[in-house]
């Protein structure tokens, strides 16, 4: 073992004589380095070396060439890199081979490799890597993506790219994601030919004039792909889809997207997602910047192709998709006539998808409500929203919309107050208790604005509540005690919470911080609670021993002796991966490194 150490060191020696002579390393730092790399170099030998000892020795050489560059800079001596950092390259990439010979199945090593290798530019390598890479782990879509894009955009080598997916093709014939880029790449081979072909012109260099209607700038190649695709899978709506938004980044594929849409057409004419995406063809992709005449012109294209589709397919998904395209354009804004008229389509698309659908989905009933608010109708709203949760009683949403509307909109405070009472009731009957947490936090905001006087015994009604609104109502009621009657009604709310269950860590700590912030601080009442919360969450909470621990060795009554017990007993009773979590944050905290 000892000979091929010593080879592979005297490897080194000239690269080390170099930074010793031009003076970017002292002698007693190459000795430093010669040692360091013997030391490494004799663990990669062991009979059990593992990745550790690879990934170790890597990092010791990429830090080298991080520490060469800042002494480059510093000295301003940019001469001899292909002596010295090529060097170290070269045998980082060697030491990456050898491990990932080792260690195939470990994805985050290829990783690495194909980063460090990208960071040098070491191009022909990371077509290499590639090669090697797919050779073990072929059943994977996304390293054939990758290598084919690596091929495409940074090796400038379409034709290498092309054949990468055709035989990723052959692995994956089913794959999505496989067919839309290997559809992507063609377009952006097109893309990149037209291009050059403009800047051939613009030099007045006069290129065959045949070259333009060549196929494959003409996307031909790409609409070979999409043809081929289709064919191998008909029936898929998703892939079908899944080609639009790629086609429409291109200036050039407007007969693609005329057919793809076609062929949508006529294969799934029966399909929502299909009416959805013909309707929207209409919208340019630079909207945006258009003319709002021409957007309005769009917009009624779009209206047209939803009426037909909300008339061929009467479906409530039919009709969400054509509410959520009229919020859509609502939302953009625009001058007052044009916001204006489309708040009138798609209020009068939400009445006749009321009128069509028996019974109107949830969202739906939402979206509603948000336009009749946009609007102004609030009256309307309010009467939406009672019907909304008559048919969908279980909707803790559309409960929390009817409530704030009514809190926002009823301004006699004896109407509020029976109305909102009665409502809240009524919802906490049809809902499931466990799902009903929004709405008590909107009943408890409500009371602390415009009845205080019966806070108090709502907060008793939830605390005896499903576990998901008593824990988080049981936070609320340690604060409004504290507010409310300081710190004798605090202690004996909290008294009472802290016998029934379910509790948190939150509410212990909420009372702690109360005792801790009186100039008058009583040790006892919070070494108490911290017991408590000890008993309820000794087992699976490192950070509660921790903070009792620095409670007793920090706060000016503490008591430092008592640290020793808390630690005993904090590694008895934790369980698990707890205890080496409790010993590394111990640890820190005692060498003070630890806030």
């Known amino acids: ?276 995406a013909l309707s929207r063809r209409h919208l340019s992709p630079d909207s945006q910047e258009s003319e709002e005449s021409v957007v309005v012109t769009e917009e009624a294209k779009c209206h047209t192709v939803y009426d037909e589709a909300v008339t061929s397919i009467p479906t409530p998904k039919m009709w969400s998709m054509y509410v959520e395209f009229c919020i859509e354009r609502l939302e953009r804004g625009g001058s007052v006539k044009t916001s204006n008229q489309r708040a009138r389509q798609t209020l009068n698309v939400l009445d006749r998808a009321h009128k069509a659908c028996d019974t109107l989905p949830e969202e739906l009933f939402d979206r509603w409500l948000t336009v009749l608010l946009i609007v102004g109708g609030v009256d309307e709203a309010i009467s939406a929203a009672q019907e909304a949760v008559t048919v969908h009683p279980t909707s803790v949403n559309l409960w929390c919309r009817y409530m704030q509307l009514v809190i926002q909109n009823i301004t006699d405070a004896e109407q509020q107050k029976t109305n909102v009472t009665k409502l809240f009731e009524k919802a906490c009957s049809n809902l499931k208790s466990k799902n009903s947490l929004p709405l008590w936090k909107i009943a408890m905001e409500w009371c602390l604005a415009s009845d205080p006087a019966n806070l108090e015994t709502l907060l008793q009604t939830g605390v005896r509540e499903h576990k998901h609104v008593a824990m988080v109502l049981k936070e609320h009621y340690i604060d409004w005690a504290y507010l409310q009657g300081g710190l004798k009604t605090v202690r004996k709310v909290y008294s009472l919470l802290a016998k029934e269950k379910p509790l948190t860590t939150e509410f212990f700590y909420k009372y702690i911080a109360i005792e801790n912030a009186q100039t008058d601080t009583k040790m006892k009442q919070i070494r108490s609670c911290y017991e408590d919360a000890l008993r309820e969450f000794g087992t699976t909470e490192p950070d509660l021993w921790l903070d009792f621990i620095k409670l007793e060795l920090t706060h000016p009554n503490g008591d430092p002796s008592n640290s020793p017990s808390l630690h005993w007993r904090a590694m008895q009773a934790l369980q698990g991966d707890h205890v080496e979590t409790f010993t590394i944050k111990y640890t820190l905290m005692q060498t003070g490194h630890c806030s």
């Open 1 to 276: 073992m000892a000979e091929f150490v010593q080879q592979n060191i005297e490897e080194t020696i000239p690269e080390l004589e170099q930074l010793e002579r031009v003076g970017l390393f002292a002698k007693e730092e190459i000795k430093a380095i010669i040692k360091r790399r013997t030391h490494h170099e004799y663990r990669l030998v062991r009979r059990q070396r593992d990745k550790e000892d690879f990934l170790k020795y890597i990092q010791y050489e990429v830090n080298l060439l991080h520490l060469i560059k800042k002494r480059r800079n510093r000295l301003h001596y940019f001469f001899k890199k292909d002596e010295i950092e090529m060097t170290i390259i070269t045998r980082i990439l060697r030491l990456f081979r050898r491990t990932c010979t080792q260690n195939p199945e470990d994805l985050k090593l290829w990783s690495s490799y194909i980063e460090f290798a990208r960071t040098w530019h070491m191009m022909q390598e990371l077509s290499r890597v590639f090669t090697r890479l797919l050779k073990v782990h072929s059943d994977k879509p996304a390293l054939w993506i990758m290598a084919a894009k690596f091929q495409m955009e940074e090796n400038s080598s379409s034709e290498n790219a092309r054949g990468l997916m055709l035989r990723a093709l052959r692995h994956h014939p089913k794959s999505h994601k496989l067919w839309t880029e290997y559809f992507r790449l063609e377009l952006m081979n097109a893309d990149k030919q037209r291009k050059r072909y403009a800047l051939l012109k613009q030099s007045q260099i006069e290129p065959d004039e045949d070259d333009m209607n060549d196929a494959v700038m003409q996307g031909a190649v790409a609409k070979m792909v999409y043809k081929q695709a289709i064919q191998q899978m008909n029936d898929d709506i998703d892939l079908h889809l899944a080609f639009l938004p790629i086609c429409q980044r291109f200036d050039f594929t407007q007969h693609i997207l005329d057919e793809i849409y076609s062929d949508l057409e006529e294969s799934h004419a029966d399909s929502e997602l299909v009416w959805n």
